[in-house]
């Protein structure tokens, strides 16, 4: 009868286990007839057994038949020794069948793991096996979260690499890369030895908060008064098209108003034209053109609200122009004397307009009715004046070096002072945030003081004097933080300068070289502080950036 492909592999398992043990058999005719008398075995259904020909024992076996594994021991030969006795018995132990009752009752583990494999049935064979995968895929699984938990807690992706590890000269072969990466965790253990691990590569420390991602955190949307402090020394600034690019034909320019609200401003010239343009740096397009014939803008202020723009020129008359509606009306100055609106003021809350007149005066009107209220009058001519931000104090200098405080509700004076190493005033400005005063002279000296000092002292000492500029201050301007302080001069070409206002100090980088800002006329800030607008008697307005902040 020919061998089953199972007896074949059963064999070679029998083999593999006797090798393990170091049992085998004594020779090679031992061995055949073992086989043969293994295969005659057979059962008349055309079944095979692996006993020798004596089959199962009986129940009333002794026990030490069982404790020897109750196998039915082959014939022993008479000339062997005892120890070659007791290991042909082994050996036989291990070919017979075990019976239902004596599986699993195996001397040693590795006996009872051999047993089960060889001498198993099928189903038990399938069921351990089972059980078996069933056990190790639940480690595996196991095993597998607790390494991706661990690798989402310890593991970061790798912030950069670099092509020269790979490209190592120390190993050119391609089976180098092994040797490469030993290489590289022996240095890197060798670094840690010596100069130990530093703070920024602990993968469990705590983030610590940055000013740097503080900074950041606020550079898409800047509230106005809340940015960072401006920085001294040198100030980041990109200039842009001109803003009156389109346009080219206002003349000297005399003024620039930026709106309140909208990315828009006017800007007018002495040859009568005012320009409407919108604010963007790139295209600053022209919205609209305003012509008067025959006057001359020197002043032009815009109302806080934003809706109407009052030209004023040497003429007894001027120009409301409503930017809403687009109409232009031209009022007549009502009061008495010979004075006209070459230079006025609009106070913060819209309720004021003042007017600089002759000998001394100054005309207080309603903005709103074009009424006069009252004349006030000075020692000396008035150059210059301003309402401070709570529109309390209508403030204003002179020819000489006088400063007059004038107080709105009690329509008196409170205090005059001289203005210190002045000679003639010609500029003066308040800052937005009611702290500091500016005043500028023809000699070119520009004084800080405090606002308090001014409305209290009779003799008020400046914070600060610049004098970066030589000859006549003719427009000053405070950004909307009052950080920032712009001052210049019309007399020589690229006569500006911008003051930190904290300490005191002039930008070191401002304006540049060779900058062709012209003989500059007037300067104004922005209302969120982004831009700074510089006009020329040559008639451009130049436009600039200013990066610290990033409003409008």
């Not at 309402?387 to 405080?405: G, Q, R």
């Not at 006009?535 to 307005?541: A, C, I, L, M, N």
């Amino acid at each position: 009868m020919p061998i089953d492909s199972d007896d074949e592999a059963i064999n070679q398992i029998l083999e593999l286990s006797r090798a393990e043990l170091g049992l085998h058999p004594k020779s090679s005719d031992q061995k055949d007839s073992f086989q043969e008398e293994t295969l005659s075995n057979e059962d008349s259904d055309g079944n095979e057994n692996i006993t020798t020909g004596e089959g199962f024992k009986n129940e009333d076996q002794d026990a030490e038949d069982e404790d020897v594994g109750s196998f039915v021991k082959a014939p022993k030969k008479d000339e062997s020794s005892d120890d070659e006795r007791d290991a042909e018995d082994r050996v036989d132990v291990m070919f017979d069948e075990p019976d239902e009752q004596s599986i699993g009752k195996p001397k040693s583990k590795k006996e009872k793991q051999l047993m089960s494999l060889v001498f198993g049935g099928r189903a038990e064979l399938v069921s351990n096996f089972m059980k078996t995968s069933d056990d190790d895929d639940d480690h595996d699984e196991q095993h597998q979260d607790d390494e991706q938990q661990d690798n989402k807690k310890r593991k970061r992706s790798v912030a950069w690499e670099d092509s020269d590890d790979e490209n190592d000269h120390d190993f050119p072969q391609k089976g180098g890369k092994v040797e490469m990466r030993a290489t590289t965790h022996r240095r890197r253990k060798n670094f840690e030895k010596i100069v130990g691990q530093p703070k920024w590569a602990d993968l469990d420390r705590e983030r610590e908060i940055d000013s740097d991602d503080e900074i950041l955190k606020m550079v898409g949307h800047v509230v106005k008064g809340t940015s960072v402090d401006l920085p001294k020394g040198n100030i980041e600034l990109k200039r842009l098209k001109n803003l009156n690019r389109e346009t080219k034909n206002e003349g000297s320019i005399t003024a620039i108003n930026f709106h309140p609200t909208s990315m828009v401003a006017v800007m007018t010239g002495m040859n009568g034209l005012a320009s409407i343009v919108a604010v963007d740096g790139t295209k600053n397009e022209k919205l609209h053109t305003i012509g008067l014939k025959r006057f001359k803008i020197a002043c032009c202020q815009m109302t806080p609200d934003g809706n109407e723009v009052l030209f004023g020129s040497f003429r007894k008359f001027y120009h409301v122009y409503n930017l809403i509606s687009g109409r232009s009306d031209t009022l007549q100055l009502k009061g008495e004397g010979a004075w006209t609106m070459k230079n006025f003021e609009l106070s913060k809350c819209g309720k004021y307009l003042a007017v600089t007149g002759g000998f001394g005066e100054i005309h207080l009107l309603d903005a709103r009715s074009k009424d006069a209220l009252t004349t006030i009058q000075q020692n000396h001519c008035c150059t210059s004046l301003c309402f401070t931000p709570d529109s309390k104090y209508l403030i204003a200098n002179s020819t000489e070096n006088e400063v007059s405080v004038y107080h709105l509700e009690k329509r008196r004076f409170v205090n005059i002072f001289i203005d210190d190493g002045c000679v003639n005033g010609s500029f003066i400005a308040v800052c937005p945030n009611n702290r500091y005063l500016a005043t500028g002279s023809r000699q070119g000296i520009v004084n800080i003081y405090l606002l308090e000092k001014v409305l209290k002292q009779k003799y008020p000492s400046p914070e600060k004097t610049i004098s970066n500029l030589t000859t006549s201050v003719g427009s000053m301007a405070f950004n909307v933080t009052s950080e920032l302080l712009a001052i210049a001069s019309a007399e020589i070409p690229d006569a500006v300068k911008l003051v930190h206002m904290k300490s005191g100090t002039i930008f070191r980088n401002f304006p540049m070289f060779k900058a062709g800002l012209g003989s500059v006329t007037r300067v104004q800030f922005s209302p969120g502080g982004g831009y700074l607008a510089i006009g020329s008697r040559e008639g451009v307005v130049s436009l600039f950036r200013v990066k610290h902040y990033q409003n409008y």
